[in-house]
């Protein structure tokens, strides 16, 4: 690792961020090492996309770390995320929720834990079949049903989702966009806008446009660590 590489394009990055939208940074298969060396440059919040791995490295690590769960949660999984003692800090932000399914076993696992745990709900709106996520249309069933009542220990601040892997820039402005649209409907009409706050969109190759179509978080690993290797 390059700590001058890391420093420069860190700053790079931060430089191209507006004070008011959060960054992540994505540190999924990147070392603990690496990790410490972006939090000694004065960062806090990381984001992982699996469960065991941010279990095993989060006690390796400075316990002021805000830790993000940005990729897809299945239910057996969740006791990785939010152990119960010895427990370390929990985690900050789940923003892949996807099912009612999740929901109950993220309410039941928080009550267990004694904490509330604070999610996002995930919106389908690339094109790719595989990618997870709520339609628009279950995430206003979801929030009408009373979530509050219902997963008492889970509180839903606001949308995430992923724009199409494609080169048409048109394409994904008009996935953000509508992701955008539905936030902000969803703030005018039945949500608190006080409680629904987050809107977690961009990555390294589409931050610029998703902030401006209304991100309020972005989620960066390569335009910070370099290209990721997968063994
Ligand atoms: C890996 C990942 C990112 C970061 O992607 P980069 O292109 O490396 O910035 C962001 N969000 C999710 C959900 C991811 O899985």
């Not at 400075?62 to 800090?89: C, M, R, T």
């Amino acid at each position: 690792m390059e700590l001058d590489a890391l420093a420069k394009r860190y700053a790079q990055v931060k430089a191209s961020i507006p004070s008011h939208v959060k960054l992540v940074a994505v540190s999924k298969t990147r070392t603990v090492e690496e990790i410490q060396a972006l939090y000694d440059l004065g960062h806090r919040a990381f984001g992982e996309n699996y469960p065991q791995e941010l279990r095993d490295k989060q006690p390796l690590l400075p316990a002021d770390i805000e830790w993000h769960f940005i990729g897809h949660l299945q239910s057996n999984k969740v006791k990785y995320i939010l152990p119960k003692d010895p427990g370390p800090a929990s985690t900050h932000l789940i923003h892949g929720v996807d099912s009612t399914k999740l929901l109950d076993e993220l309410d039941k696992r928080a009550a267990s834990c004694g904490l509330v745990q604070v999610v996002l709900l995930q919106v389908h709106i690339g094109q790719e079949e595989t990618k997870h996520g709520l339609l628009p249309d279950e995430v206003w069933e979801l929030l009408r049903s009373g979530p509050l009542l219902r997963w008492p220990n889970v509180r839903v601040r606001g949308l995430m989702g992923m724009a199409s892997n494609t080169d048409d820039a048109e394409q994904v402005r008009r996935e953000f966009h509508g992701l955008g649209e539905l936030f902000r409907k969803l703030r005018s009409s039945d949500q608190d806008p006080a409680v629904f706050t987050e809107l977690s969109m961009g990555m390294s190759g589409d931050a610029a446009v998703a902030i401006s179509e209304g991100s309020t978080l972005v989620r960066i690993g390569t335009a910070i660590f370099g290209e990721r290797v997968y063994e």
